[in-house]
């Protein structure tokens, strides 16, 4: 069986929703880069071994990534997931996970990468919002996509009201594409990604129907 890592940040509500997805693989640990991260507690609950390594404790990025990395490795997973992990990682730490490193990211990108992406789209007007699940590359929010899940954005709409209408989708989105990569289907190929040999298709596009 495959083995993952997820790393937090804070609420683990994505973390909460892969390890409840009944995935084929086992998550050998939650790392968070923020000790008091509520997510943490959830996945102890849950059965699973937490570990905090707190950021503020390294003097570099490059400390920090190489004391994440080491932890990491020594759980020795096939994927690592990244789940509301609110860190930039260097180029060398990204590297090192190239093809096995996902994110979840709340907006259409290549719309909206970085943070407040629910006031980015709200100031931008867009019709269209959502999430991206993709493979992470030094590109801060630039890798391949693998999936994506759209939300019309509503007339009324404030930046609580968006970020709940594209969370649920993130809780179903996150599981589908780890499940894909857990049963050997996904991968990172010449800098795309590749599901069951093509590109993927239909299954990776999730939009709802307008309420
Ligand atoms: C989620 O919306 C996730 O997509 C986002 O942070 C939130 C974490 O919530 N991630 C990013 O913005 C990464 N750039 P959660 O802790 O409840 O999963």
Known sequence: MKRYVILISGRGSNMESLLDASLPGECVAVI???????GLASAA??????????????????DFD?????????????LVLLAGFMRILT??????????????HPSLLPLFPGVKTHAQALAAGV?????????VTPALDGGPIIAQAAVPVLARDNEVTLAARVLIEEHALYPRV?????????RLDGGRAVLDGEAPAAGALHVPAPD
């Open 178 to 186: 780890a499940q894909w990569y857990l049963e050997g289907r996904l």
């Open 127 to 135: 019709r269209l919002h959502g999430c991206t699940v993709h493979f």
């Open 91 to 104: 180029d060398g730490f990204v590297r090192r996970y190239e093809g096995r490193l996902l994110n979840i």
């Open 32 to 38: 968070s880069n923020k000790p008091d991260a509520a």
């Open 66 to 78: 190489a004391a994440l990395a080491a932890e990491i490795d020594g759980y020795a997973p096939d």
């Open 45 to 62: 609950a849950r059965g699973i071994p937490t570990v905090a390594i707190d950021h503020k404790q390294f003097a570099s990025r490059e």
